[in-house]
């Protein structure tokens, strides 16, 4: 048997570095803060299901599944990506302007910036659309900063960064204009898009499909200058990316769809809520196409939420944050395993000292 000492795993990571205490113990009241944020606005708290049959379909995404049985029958069961579908049902059947605030699960994804498993804050305003939530988002970060470290500046990575609002709004295709030197407004074709990007200077650019092109240009050119000495709000995206969003009225070619970007990180995904079944029918199907071409599992289609769209559905915003980043960002962290009780780190290194 092994004498060597064990790896700082667990409570020993936490008793032996001061610092990171004081890191959890300030997602402590940030979790208190929040919580009164949306009670005195008169939003009611739903606790959503952490598993569930239906889970979202978005192609990138790597749902966790288990199984679970009365003891007659066994469902297969998925842990949530996100708690939308849930909320958005209980909306249909009449609940009011509500908030939940809980954990979630995404597979493959570790980074400073990423946990498989992960807090987000989620609501949705009745009679709101995407530009209401953005001034919520903008609000409640500044006071969360106020009432947790004194101050609407916080410290990222040696850089100070005012969060008072309100935060710049810049749109999708503003911002791949002034960063990636794209228009992408007018090259809608895959070749055209592939032609002004080496016009732009990425002779790196082969046969990549306009979506996959995107997001290579956003990661490399643009993100990196978002949030940065203020937040941004990053608004109105391509309507390929519309995802549940509603198109924009007066411009159906962009989605009434926002992300806020704090120092470069992205913060939370807003949008004006497609209430359109027949539409959000075309999206799903469309998503599974998308997997099956991944290679990946084409998930079923949530019936009972396209039958909640139909049934009624308000007219409303919904937005969702990621808890642990806002609070890595307030704690000045810079790895969310720095804000997380139990990363996927410990369970690693909990794994290596117990393997047979």
């Not at 987000?120 to 305003?125: F, H, I």
């Not at 002779?203 to 643009?222: A, G, I, R, S, Y």
Request: proline share 7%; with cysteine.
């Amino acid at each position: 048997m092994s004498t060597a000492s064990p790896k700082p795993t667990s409570w020993r990571r936490i008793a032996g570095d001061a610092s990171l205490r004081r890191s959890l113990l300030l997602r402590c009241e940030a979790l208190k803060a929040m919580r009164e944020w949306f009670w005195a606005r008169g939003f009611v708290e739903i606790d959503p299901p952490v598993l569930a049959p239906w889970v979202g379909m978005e192609p990138h995404l790597v749902p966790l599944e288990t199984r679970m049985s009365d003891g007659k029958r066994t469902l297969r069961v998925f842990h949530q990506t996100s708690p939308e579908y849930a909320l958005k049902k209980l909306l249909a059947a009449g609940m009011p302007d509500c908030f939940a605030l809980g954990h979630v699960f995404r597979d493959g994804e570790v980074s400073p910036l990423h946990n498989p498993e992960f807090m987000l804050l989620e609501w949705y305003s009745h009679g709101a659309d995407y530009t209401a939530l953005m001034d919520d988002t903008a609000g409640l970060t500044a006071e969360l900063a106020v009432k947790l470290g004194g101050s609407p500046i916080i410290d990222v990575r040696g850089k100070q960064v005012d969060l008072t609002p309100p935060w710049e709004r810049i749109t999708v295709a503003e911002a791949m204009q002034r960063w990636a030197g794209v228009d992408i407004e007018s090259a809608t074709s895959d070749e055209d898009f592939r032609a002004a990007a080496r016009e732009a200077g990425n002779e790196w650019v082969t046969n990549e499909l306009w979506e996959d092109l995107f997001f290579k240009l956003f990661l490399t050119h643009v993100e990196p200058h978002l949030g940065s000495p203020k937040p941004v709000i990053l608004c109105e995206y391509p309507a390929r990316f519309a995802a549940l969003a509603r198109r924009k009225p007066e411009n159906p070619l962009v989605a009434e769809r926002f992300e806020a970007y704090v120092a470069g990180v992205e913060l939370c995904n807003g949008y004006s809520e497609l209430t359109d079944p027949v539409e959000q029918r075309q999206r799903l199907e469309a998503e599974q196409r998308q997997r099956a071409a991944l290679g990946a599992e084409a998930l079923p289609v949530d019936e009972d939420f396209l039958d909640a769209l139909a049934g009624g559905f308000p007219a409303c915003a919904g937005n969702a944050l990621g808890v642990d980043r806002l609070v890595m960002l307030l704690a000045g962290e810079t790895d969310i395993a720095r804000v997380t009780w139990f990363p996927f780190s410990v369970m690693e290194e909990w794994a290596e000292r117990h393997r047979q």
